[in-house]
């Protein structure tokens, strides 16, 4: 079955940075394109889609230049740098794969909370 | 990129109806035919229940059925059980090649 495991998460401070993996299994990662989405109490808000071979990325607007996804096919892991991390920024971050235009199945998210 | 409107909060006794709207704009709700939703009970990761607007994944109850008219969509559950309170959130693709959620709808079985 599908497995999507994230890692990563924990306090930091504002400014500082952070780097989330979601190790995947039970599918074919190589082919697959993924998605990172976050949430804070009550609201779900997308993050970032990476193609399957990591040629094309999309961000939301209030990540764009600070967060970067990336992807390791060779061991079937996503990951998304975070820099000049914000509190906005503190949220359940959840990976989850790309089927069409939505979100198929999903980890179980890692907590990120940004306070000084 | 601004989240789609959903109500906060709907309710209903078992055995009846409930529908959740989904507010959008021409960017998306509108333009595209790409409206999913999710269904989250608490402390778990969303699931997966309704894509393209009505189309539902192997495995999720008939009970859950998707439409849209014009820039808004809505998820109907009929025949409604405990087991179907959590919140709802609902998803369209962009112009934007993006995504964007919905505030979410918490549903209160009686």
């Known amino acids: 079955q599908v497995q999507l495991v994230e890692s990563g998460g924990g306090v930091v401070q504002p400014g500082r940075s952070l780097r989330l993996s979601c190790a995947a299994s039970g599918f074919s990662f190589t082919s697959s394109g993924m998605h990172w989405v976050r949430q804070a109490p009550g609201k779900l808000e997308w993050v970032a889609l990476i193609s399957y071979d990591e040629s094309t990325k999309y961000y939301a607007d209030s990540v764009k230049g600070r967060f970067n996804i990336s992807r390791d096919n060779s061991k079937n892991t996503l990951y998304l740098q975070m820099n000049s991390l914000r509190p906005e920024d503190t949220a359940v971050y959840y990976c989850a794969t790309d089927w069409g235009h939505y979100f198929r199945y999903w980890g179980q998210g890692t907590l990120v909370s940004v306070s000084s | 990129q601004s989240a789609l409107t959903q109500p906060a909060s709907v309710s209903g006794s078992p055995g009846q109806s409930i529908t959740i709207s989904c507010v959008g704009t021409?960017?998306?709700?509108?333009?595209?035919?790409?409206v999913s939703w999710y269904q989250q009970h608490p402390g778990r990761a969303p699931k997966f229940i309704i894509y393209d607007v009505t189309n539902r994944p192997s495995g999720v109850s008939s009970r859950f059925s998707g439409s849209k008219s014009g820039n808004t969509a809505s998820l109907t559950i009929s025949g409604l059980q405990a087991e179907d309170e959590a919140d709802y959130y609902c998803s369209s693709y962009t112009s934007s090649t993006t995504r964007v959620f919905g505030g979410g709808t918490k549903l209160t079985v009686l």
């Open positions: 021409s960017s998306d709700v509108d333009f595209y035919n790409y």
